[in-house]
């Protein structure tokens, strides 16, 4: 299976009066998703399902995403901050997808990656990751992409 990770863009308001977990995308975190995801279309991402964190700022990635990339989008409450790799890995036992992408937060996609590939890594924000999984559950890191490497 190839599973993606996306980590959802920038939410950076100076002043949010409100709950962190409410913080929606902010202008330049949807321009950044929008070219990460055609991007991606390019390099022939095309999952099957999209899988999202419910916070905002996660499902509006992942709904930018799903526009340019296809697929059944589903909210997952196991994806909200906190996720661990056996809740991705049980998760990923009731697909039988071949290609899935998760879209949500840091620093858990970065250890889940750890753990699921051995690949120590860092999601930027709006960054994505590929990770090969057999079927026995273990993963391999195929690809680590920065947003920046979009605008090229």
Known sequence: MKLYFLRH????WPDWPGDDDERPLTEAGRKEVRRVAKFLREIGVAPRVIF???LPRAVQTAQIAHKYLGGDLLEETTLAPGVTSRRIRALLKKQDADEVM???HEPDFSEAIRVLSGGRVKMAKAGAARVDMDESGKGRLIWLLPPRISAR
């Open 9 to 12: 863009g920038a939410a950076d």
């Open 52 to 54: 999202s964190s419910p």
């Open 102 to 104: 998760l879209v949500g």
